[in-house]
């Protein structure tokens, strides 16, 4: 006998809680689905935002720190490298360019950081949507998503107090001259500035001054490298690139030896990160997917209860000669239609579960997150619908056993 018709006169009838059980199973996928593709997204965004700084120079202290400070811009207390080292990295042959990194002022929550003037274009795929780089300590070029125009003037607010609120620079004023093309990261949202305007009106020696006097008009300060000042001020961080790859370990060997400075490699940094935390992530994967099979568990009781309703039918079925077998095998394919759909709803949903996430998550971190269901969260998916079919025959076996005369009295 086919029991294709039964099973679809048995979905028409109780299209109600089909559907509702079918949605269930979907947003458990997708929720699964969602979770699991933003967590790969969020790897691959952090890699290329790391991409193009090659070598960064630091105080001692801890590396995960610095890599978050330097790379992903997140506003920290650390230690300063000294001024000396910035001096001999501009005269070093193995050093192709070198720039320091000076936090700690701000605007409308925009962090300004104070660069070399070179920073702003230093590899082809870093270079201005508009405007020129900065030529004096009192201009800007902004972040593609930093809301200022060309010609804009504002003031620079030292801290990053709740609500972007700090403690403005007296009458000090910058004047936007540029505009870098996206990044795909954090520095979408900075304003680069001249190094020194960060030294000078912090009251600090610009870098510049060989008898060690400040400056006392803003016009009057050079910019950019060689800093040729008997006292440099000390930096957060000093990014370097490097002539050659050979260049870059000996730079990183010797500078994380002396007891001044340290050096890291970005991406050996998120690689050692990524492996401290694969065993949470492991972990949070089953978690997640034992969850879901609670929740298809919990909704096959709910069918198993509702085939109880319908043992009258399978009894009028089993009356009129279908054997057990074919009881059996309505029950199971009426509930695996529904796992089977639910999975696939899942699957679509998850998509937008996971592109929902990814806008979220790079509002926040300003990374260029982009999720999108690979076959590691079909494999999940299809894993679960088939602990789900598995499950599904406990209902079938339950009509199985049910003993004619029994079900046409109720």
Do not use: C
Not at 16 to 22: D, I, S
Request: proline share 6%.
């Amino acid at each position: 006998m086919n029991p294709v018709p039964y099973v679809l006169s048995d979905l028409r009838s109780g299209r109600g809680t089909a559907a509702v059980v079918t949605l269930l199973i979907a947003l458990s996928v997708a929720i699964g689905i969602g979770v699991s593709a933003q967590e790969l997204a969020v790897r691959r965004a952090a890699n290329a935002a790391a991409d193009p700084f090659d070598l960064i120079v630091g105080a001692p202290g801890s590396q995960t720190q610095l890599l978050l400070s330097s790379v992903y811009l997140q506003p920290s207390a650390i230690g300063l490298v000294p001024g000396s080292v910035l001096q001999e990295l501009t005269e070093r042959a193995e050093v192709a360019s070198v720039s320091p990194l000076g936090f700690g002022d701000q605007y409308a929550g925009f962090p300004i950081v104070g660069v070399a003037p070179g920073f702003a274009t230093r590899n082809d795929r870093e270079r201005l949507a508009a405007g020129r780089v900065f030529a004096a300590i009192d201009e800007a070029v902004v972040g593609s998503r930093v809301r200022l125009d060309i010609g804009d003037e504002f003031t620079p607010v030292h801290g990053f107090l709740e609500g972007g609120i700090g403690s403005p620079h007296g009458e000090f004023t910058y004047r936007v001259v540029g505009r870098m093309a996206p990044r795909n990261s954090p520095w979408d949202a900075a304003i680069l500035v001249a190094i020194e305007s960060v030294w000078f009106i912090h009251g600090m020696g610009t870098g510049h001054a060989e008898d060690g006097s400040i400056f006392d008009h803003a016009d009057a300060v050079p910019i950019g490298p060689p800093w040729t000042a008997v006292e440099v001020p000390g930096v957060p961080a000093i990014v370097v690139e490097p002539v050659t790859i050979r260049d870059a370990y000996v730079l990183r060997s010797e500078l994380r030896n002396r007891p001044t400075t340290t050096a890291i490699f970005p991406a050996e940094v998120l690689f050692e990160l990524y492996a401290l935390l694969g065993d949470v992530s492991a972990i949070l994967a089953a978690f997640s997917l034992a969850t879901q099979l609670l929740v298809v568990i919990a909704v096959l009781v709910v069918v198993a209860l509702t085939q109880r309703h319908k043992r009258s039918s399978l009894a009028v079925l089993r009356a009129l000669g279908a054997p057990r077998g074919y009881v059996l095998l309505a029950v199971w394919l009426a509930v695996a239609v529904q796992v089977v759909a639910g999975v696939l709803l899942g699957v679509g949903l998850g998509q937008i579960v996971a592109w929902v996430l990814s806008r979220v998550a790079s509002d926040q971190t300003g990374l260029s997150i982009v999720a999108t269901v690979s076959v590691r969260e079909w494999r999940r998916a299809g894993l679960l619908g088939a602990a789900a079919l598995v499950l599904a025959v406990v209902p079938a076996v339950v009509s199985y056993r049910d003993q004619v005369a029994d079900a046409l009295r109720r």
